[in-house]
């Protein structure tokens, strides 16, 4: 072969990002583009198309309006401006939904430990449970389980989603600043 990869077919190089909610939800989306990566090197045109929301140019452009009205608004109230102001404002549905998110994983953390704690009293105390019983307490442990470990991942996406985002952001800023 001399080093060299066949091309194979494949889902991911079609550039669109048809999704429904199940793929959404539980990231099977990816699948396809880890399978292909599994069987060889990927190249720039395996990668999905990036949506508008997630382009340098759209985030630069939008933080740059929303600096702009920042500066104004200092100059107006007479104080220095705040580039922190203007990213929150950038990124205010992206918090919302990530602190929702943080708040679900949390409380079905909290859910867990309550649920092992009435499990371990139980133990404890020595009484006899009936299946009916039995069943009701795995599910009390395992249901909150699935649903922290799955809101703790998608926050974790959103987090590292909004990171890449800030950081294209600022720097397309900064340089635009410096020309």
Same mark, same amino acid.
């Given at each position: 072969?001399?080093?060299?990869?066949?091309?194979?077919?494949?889902? #991911?190089?079609?550039?669109?990002?048809?999704?429904?909610?199940?793929?959404? !939800?539980?990231?099977?989306?990816?699948?396809?583009?880890?399978?292909?990566?599994?069987?060889?090197?990927? #190249?720039?045109?395996?990668?999905?198309? !990036?949506?508008?929301?997630?382009?340098?140019?759209?985030?630069?452009?939008?933080?740059?309006?929303?600096?702009?009205?920042?500066?104004?608004? #200092?100059?107006?109230?007479?104080?220095?401006?705040?580039?922190?102001? #203007?990213?929150?404002?950038?990124?205010?549905?992206?918090?919302?939904?990530?602190?929702?998110?943080?708040?679900?994983?949390?409380?079905?953390?909290?859910?867990?430990?309550?649920?092992?704690?009435?499990?371990?009293?139980?133990?404890?105390?020595?009484?006899?449970?009936?299946?009916?019983?039995?069943?009701?307490?795995?599910?009390?442990?395992?249901?909150?389980?699935?649903?922290?470990?799955?809101?703790?991942?998608?926050?974790?996406? !959103?987090?590292?989603?909004?990171?890449?985002?800030?950081?294209?952001?600022?720097?397309?800023?900064?340089?635009?600043?410096?020309?």
């Amino acid at each position: 072969m001399g080093g060299k990869y066949q091309r194979l077919a494949s889902e #991911a190089g079609s550039k669109t990002f048809k999704t429904g909610l199940f793929s959404y !939800l539980f990231f099977t989306w990816l699948n396809g583009l880890l399978r292909l990566g599994y069987q060889r090197p990927l #190249a720039h045109d395996d990668l999905l198309e !990036l949506s508008d929301e997630n382009k340098a140019q759209d985030l630069v452009a939008k933080l740059h309006v929303l600096w702009m009205e920042e500066i104004n608004s #200092a100059k107006k109230r007479g104080r220095k401006p705040r580039l922190w102001k #203007a990213m929150f404002k950038l990124f205010l549905r992206d918090v919302i939904l990530f602190t929702a998110l943080k708040l679900m994983d949390e409380a079905m953390g909290i859910t867990l430990v309550v649920s092992v704690w009435f499990y371990l009293k139980l133990l404890e105390e020595g009484s006899h449970m009936d299946q009916t019983y039995a069943v009701g307490i795995v599910a009390s442990i395992g249901i909150p389980s699935l649903i922290k470990v799955f809101f703790y991942h998608h926050s974790d996406y !959103l987090a590292v989603l909004m990171g890449v985002r800030l950081k294209s952001a600022v720097i397309g800023l900064i340089h635009k600043k410096v020309r």
